[in-house]
């Protein structure tokens, strides 16, 4: 059954989230050979739509506002809804992130319908659309469809890969001029941590340190083992509550949700909270001094010893590997 | 002030978890307040301490979750309210107890209506926001600091890592993010005045609601359990030896570099 599936953008500096390509994706295998339509709201965002054309939407619609500049749950929505209302979909797919999580509850509420949050897969099984998302702090997996109205999902970033780059492809960009009114909630100021380098939810790498890591220098070595394979350097909890890092690297139920190819984890003990941010993630390699430590449960390698030995020991390794391939 | 709480009994996830027929086995598992509910909880009682007015926690549930409202009275609520569904509906999703939140909540006159940002065994963090949109007051999900001044609020966001100050006013629903206050644990004399605190129990019917109004919009087709890992690989030998051998494994075997 051809759908026709709206597909929600996300900006963040300028430019496109990866999770919009793989919501693009996960659109596709909804619509089932029907029209796939990006969204995007923001201040200036047209410039922005042949992009999401290059992997894979049909056409997109604009909606540009100043008073859309920033997120707002009561902004947004009056956009969304607002594309909703002229196109009619069938189908809807935002990212599982801040903004997903935040807009998507609403959106679903207007229009009296169900909605399946932090997909991991989708795929048509049985003539059914049926969602993969990990239940019970990532111990466990549902499978899940929607019994009526619209299908409505958001999906993990990092999991459904994205269609690859087609730089031929080209698509109607339209905008739709929506008169934004009643914004309750009004950001006076926003304070962002310096994120340097690869964003952490989206990089392939990520090399974590826990409170074994024992002070802010300590993440030097972590920073240089990420450097070397190109990742994001992460951090539990128990670091970020110690200061030895901020906490917009934080990795967990509270923090970020990751899913790299290989996460390694340094110093850290592998408390269900962190390991529900981490444990999907394909490869994982945990360094700890403590044998007993819960994280060499979920690790598929495992070195004992102390991470201030074994991390600047790993990067030279990895430098060699890299000059000989 | 007119203070509410959203409060879920879940399955205590640091278990371990086992499925039964099709579904998760809740044969002598631990459950608890979802601990992002518990900030919602304590952040209630703190509010109404400093402004005056009644903290009342609401919970959808069965009556097993009557334990859970009992310690929400015994760290400080004044009241309790169980929304009894086990007779009525047989299969809900958020949309289900969304809808009878904001049933319940409509003519209630809340200034401030507090929910966990998620709970840690459905995972959806849905329900603040939908039983806002129902109520039509403004949210702000993933809080970490609330400061009330006569109408107006101010909360601070968190935004993966980055935070928002959002300016807003009440009626206003937030969900409670880590990082938003400690919660206490109920003390003796808070255990002894919660058992004559009271718990009301009502049932769809006393909400004017049927069960086809809060009829599920979506469906569980099957619950399992992550393929089980192959056991980790803890190397052995010289500390040099091994992080060679872990490098060539990445590399070689695991193709992740
Ligand atoms: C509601 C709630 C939400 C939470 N959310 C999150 C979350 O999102 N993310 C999160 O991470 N936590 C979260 N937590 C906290 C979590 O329960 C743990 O407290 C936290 O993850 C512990 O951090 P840690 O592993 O760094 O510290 P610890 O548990 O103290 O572990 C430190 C580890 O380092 C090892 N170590 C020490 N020195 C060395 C060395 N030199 N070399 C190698 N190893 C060494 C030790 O053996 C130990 O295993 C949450 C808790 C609650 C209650
Ligand atoms: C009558 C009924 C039947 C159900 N049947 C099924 C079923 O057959 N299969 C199935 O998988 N699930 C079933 N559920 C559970 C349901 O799908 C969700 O678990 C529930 O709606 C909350 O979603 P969540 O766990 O994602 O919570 P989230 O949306 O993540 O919770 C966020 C916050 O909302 C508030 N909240 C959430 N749930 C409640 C509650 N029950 N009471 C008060 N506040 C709450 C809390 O503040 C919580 O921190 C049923 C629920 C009800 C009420």
């Known amino acids: 059954m051809a759908r026709k599936v709206l597909v929600l953008g996300e900006v ?7 999770v919009s390509f793989e919501a693009v994706a996960a659109a596709k295998t909804v619509a089932e050979g029907g029209e796939v339509v990006g969204v995007l709201i923001g201040g200036s965002v047209n410039p922005l739509g042949a992009e999401l ?36 979909p ?12 935040d807009l998507a509850p609403k959106i679903a509420s207007r229009l009296s319908s169900g909605l399946i949050s932090d997909a991991t897969a989708v795929e048509v099984a049985g003539g059914n659309l049926v969602f993969t998302r990990p239940i019970y702090s990532g111990k466990a997996f549902e499978k899940k469809v929607v019994t009526d109205g619209l299908i409505f999902a958001t999906i993990r970033p990092n999991n459904i890969a994205p269609l690859e780059k087609d730089e031929s492809r080209s698509g109607d960009v339209s905008s739709l001029s929506v008169d934004i009114k009643d914004i ?33 220098d300590g993440f030097e070595p972590l920073k240089e083992l990420a450097n070397v394979l190109g990742g994001a350097v992460g951090a539990s909890r128990g670091a970020c509550d110690a200061e030895y890092c901020d906490y917009s690297l934080q990795i967990g139920q509270t923090g970020k949700v990751v899913t790299p190819d290989l996460y390694i984890a340094c110093g850290i003990s592998g408390a269900i ?21 819960n994280i060499f449960k979920v690790a598929d390698y495992g070195i004992v010893g102390d991470l201030f030995e074994v991390v600047p020991m790993l990067t030279e390794e990895f430098k060699k590997l890299k000059v000989h391939s | 002030m007119n203070i509410y709480v959203l ?48 903290v009342t926690v609401i919970s959808v549930g069965n009556e097993e979750a009557e334990k859970q409202l009992r310690t929400a009275l015994a760290m400080g609520a004044d009241k309790a309210v169980l929304i009894n569904t086990e007779d009525d509906v047989e299969n809900g999703d958020q949309f289900t107890t969304a809808k009878i939140l904001a049933e319940y909540l409509k003519d209630k006159e809340a200034d401030l209506i507090l929910a966990g940002n998620v709970a840690i065994d459905g995972g959806s963090g849905q329900v603040g926001p939908r039983v806002a949109d129902v109520l039509d007051i403004p949210y702000v999900t993933t809080i970490t600091k609330l400061e009330i001044n006569g109408e107006t609020v101010t ?29 206490r644990y109920p003390s003796l004399p808070g255990i002894m005045k919660a058992k004559k605190k009271p718990l009301d129990e009502l049932e769809l019917d006393d909400l004017d609601l049927d069960e086809d109004d809060v009829e599920a919009k ?40």
């Open chain 1, 53 to 88: 054309v290059k992997y894979g939407a049909d056409r997109v619609v604009t909606v540009e506002s100043e008073k859309l500049a920033q997120y707002t749950p009561d902004g947004y929505s009056q956009a969304l809804m607002a594309v909703i209302g002229e196109e009619n």
């Open chain 2, 155 to 183: 909360v601070t966001r968190d935004v993966e890592g980055d935070s928002e100050v959002i300016e807003t006013s009440l009626p206003l629903l937030v969900t409670a993010q880590q990082g938003l206050n400690e919660p």
């Open chain 1, 90 to 101: 069938e189908g809807l797919i935002l990212g599982h992130t801040a903004l997903g999580k």
């Open chain 1, 12 to 18: 963040r500096d300028g430019s496109l989230r990866n």
């Open chain 2, 218 to 257: 979506t469906k569980t087709l099957e619950v399992y359990l992550p393929p089980q890992k192959a056991a980790g690989r803890v190397l052995e030998g010289e500390l040099g030896d091994q992080v060679k051998e872990l490098v060539n494994l990445l590399h070689s075997e695991a193709k992740v570099v």
């Open chain 1, 273 to 293: 909270q962190h390991l529900a941010g981490m444990s999907n993630s394909k490869v994982i390699v945990a360094i700890n001094k403590d044998p007993e430590a």
């Open chain 2, 7 to 54: 409060m879920k009994r879940t399955f205590d996830t640091e278990e371990k978890i086992t499925i039964s027929g099709g579904s998760i086995n809740e044969d002598g598992a631990e459950f608890i307040i979802n601990p992002y509910d518990e900030y919602a909880i304590e952040e209630a009682i703190q509010v109404r301490d400093a402004n005056g007015g009644e």
């Open chain 1, 184 to 216: 309750r909630t009004i950001i006076k100021d926003v304070v962002r941590k310096a994120t340097e380098g690869v964003d952490l939810s989206e990089a392939k790498v990520v090399v974590a340190g826990g409170r074994g890591v024992k002070s802010e």
